[in-house]
């Protein structure tokens, strides 16, 4: 009896610790990271900036919150094996950044390695987990972005698995971001991280077809059909990452457009890449498209997919809260598509969650997302001529 009552002890300690901490990212985490933009080039006033740009552009308001270092920051590793950051760009040290992003209100997030080295060549955190999950929480980090590269043989589910446990040991409450490129972690990183990546790096171009074998840069149509089959292993707290955006990073504003529609649409994590102090107008418009925005943060947290796929016109459809639905008409083709729509005619079922769009039954009232206004009722059919690589996002309303 003593030796059951041990072992039950031994296993409900372990349970303590083999968990990811709850309830950090109930909806897709929002915030900024500077690789997309900056890559190795980080420093303290270009990331103070960057926060600071973030509340005076509204772009606070809209609901980012988190402002991420990515690779790069890193010194040196002390004789005990702390790590330290590069002293030359940060030379107030990582706490006086952490506090003064919190001071405006937003988060502190920072990056790291599964591996001996980061993709960028610095020091990783293989065998200096616990020392270095400690150090951020003394540093006040909120997210942690961790990286794959140099990790050889290892196990990966075993190695997020020890930074996991090593951030809940310090009991700072940290949202624990996997980067290991897809690689089949979906199906165990719901339990270990709360976003994981599902693809190779985004690149700022909307159609880069692969022709260079596997690790020539990915489109923005590339990651899109790359995420196939992946929707049932996303929800609140554990989240598909089909990487962070690249609006406003040199794509025309329909490009711009159309893949910030389309991550809304998969419920991605929208973190921003872009230079937030030299935002143009157009930029700040698709990035604060509030109304877009919901469709991403909707509490639901069920991720979209695609309805109906015609030549180059794709539907996506998206459930939401009290019964509305996100719909949007994509046009991925070089040539602009009229699009003839009956609602009537469609019954969208979403076999996952068994939620029905049934325009045929139920009168729905419509909201264009982009033109913010109401556009009339699914009882007439959608007309639209939607130009070359862009969308026309709504949002339908059940009526009573
Ligand atoms: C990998 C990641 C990128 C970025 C770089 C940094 O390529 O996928 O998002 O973090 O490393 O070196």
Known sequence: MRKIILIALLFASAAVYAQK???LAKTPP?????????????????????????????????????????????????????????SSRFPSGMKALGDYIHSLGLKFGIYTDEGWMTCGGKPGSRGHEY??????????????????????NLNPQ?????????????????????????????????????????????????????TKGDESPLGVLQILDYQ?????????????DPDMLEVGNGMPVNEDRAHFSLWCMLAAPLIAGNDLFNMSKETGEILKNTEVIAVDQDTLGIQGFIYSSNGSLEVWAKPLVDGDW?????NRG????????????????????NKVLNPGKDKYSIRDLWLHKNTGTTEKDFNAVIPSHDVVMLRLKAQN
């Open 334 to 353: 070089l040539k602009e598509e009229n699009v003839n729509f009956s609602w009537k005619q469609n019954t969208v079922l979403d076999s996952l969650t």
């Open 326 to 330: 996100a719909v949007c008409f994509f």
């Open 228 to 240: 196939k089959g992946l929707r049932k292993y996303a929800g609140p707290d554990h989240w598909n």
């Open 30 to 86: 929002m915030g900024w990271n500077s690789w997309n933009r900056f890559t190795c080039n980080v420093n303290e006033k270009l990331i103070r900036e960057a926060a600071e740009a973030m509340v005076s552009s509204g772009m606070k308001d809209a609901g980012y919150i988190y402002i991420n270092i990515d690779d790069c920051w890193h010194g040196t590793r002390d004789s005990l094996g702390f790590i330290h950051p590069d």
């Open 158 to 210: 075993g190695a997020y698995m020890t930074m996991r446990d090593a951030i809940y040991a310090t009991k700072r409450p940290i949202v624990l971001s996997i980067c290991m490129w897809g690689n089949g972690c979906e199906t165990w990183a719901k339990d270990v991280g709360h976003l994981w990546r599902t693809t190779g790096d985004i690149h700022p171009a909307f159609d880069l077809p692969r």
């Open 131 to 152: 020392q270095d999950a400690l150090t951020y929480a003394k540093w006040g980090v909120y997210y942690l972005k961790d990286d794959y590269c140099y990790t050889e």
């Open 21 to 23: 901490f709850e309830g």
